[in-house]
């Protein structure tokens, strides 16, 4: 199952923050089971100013479930070197999500 949250991919066309840090909530239909999760930045190539300081560096990802338990699913680091789509695995360890409905 994959869900796209933005459509149009260009300069100016992005969930930009205010300062180093901030936080996005995304409320999904339904409950799924994140194995891995992409970002993307857009490249210093096209980017107007020429430059990509605005990329995420490192960042922490965290799933919450019904009852508001809070899970942390790892941290990562975005290289502005690599390609711009970047892709993620989630790093919980497999023993916590044993007791999950539909999961091995």
């Known amino acids: 199952m994959a869900f796209w949250f933005q459509l149009h991919i ?14 996005v909530v995304v409320r999904l239909p339904e409950q799924i089971w994140p194995t891995a999760f992409t970002i993307w930045h857009i490249s210093e ?22 009852a508001a338990a809070e899970t942390l699913l790892g941290v990562f680091t975005y290289d502005v070197h690599k390609e711009i789509a970047q892709t993620f695995h989630v790093q919980v360890p497999q023993g916590l999500w044993a007791g999950c409905p539909g999961r091995r």
Do not use: I, L, N, Y
């Open 10 to 23: 260009a300069p100016g066309s992005c969930w930009a923050f205010q300062g180093s840090r901030g936080h």
């Open 45 to 66: 190539a096209v980017s107007p100013s020429g430059e990509v300081s605005s990329a995420p560096k490192e960042f922490a990802v965290s799933g919450v479930d019904e």
